[in-house]
């Protein structure tokens, strides 16, 4: 299982940026996702997840209402859309195949990370 994620960068608190995630070596449509983020010197935690069929989706009560999670099965791909963005959401975002649970313990794959770095 291969997770590639992208969309990282510098952006100004306010703004937004948009993550993908390409996942290969599963099945996709049939597969849970989800984004943890690891801030310097924190533990992991978990950001948000989409059940296999787009139907349900989770999210952290530190980003509830600022960012959505969305997903194309016919390409493979979940998406991240992080608005109104604050420097506490700097981190490395993963995202990851396998599980919704909000353990990172309980998600058995994971993508490389892309960092985001939100300015004051």
């Known amino acids: 299982v291969q997770l590639q994620a992208s969309g990282g960068g510098l952006v100004q608190a306010g703004g937004s940026l948009r993550l993908s995630c390409a996942g290969s070596?599963?099945?996709?449509?049939?597969?849970?996702m989800g984004w943890f983020r690891q801030a310097p010197g924190k533990e992991r935690e978990f950001v948000a997840a989409?059940?296999?069929?787009?139907?349900?989706?989770y999210y952290a009560d530190s980003v509830k209402g600022r960012f959505f999670i969305s997903r194309d099965n016919a390409k493979g791909t979940i998406s991240l859309r992080m608005n109104s963005l604050k420097p506490e959401d700097t981190a490395v975002y993963y995202c990851t195949a396998g599980s919704t649970s909000t353990r990172a313990d309980d998600h058995h794959y994971w993508g490389q990370g892309t960092l985001v770095t939100v300015s004051s």
């Open positions: 989409i059940t296999w069929s787009g139907g349900t989706t």
């Open positions: 070596g599963l099945i996709f449509r049939s597969t849970n």
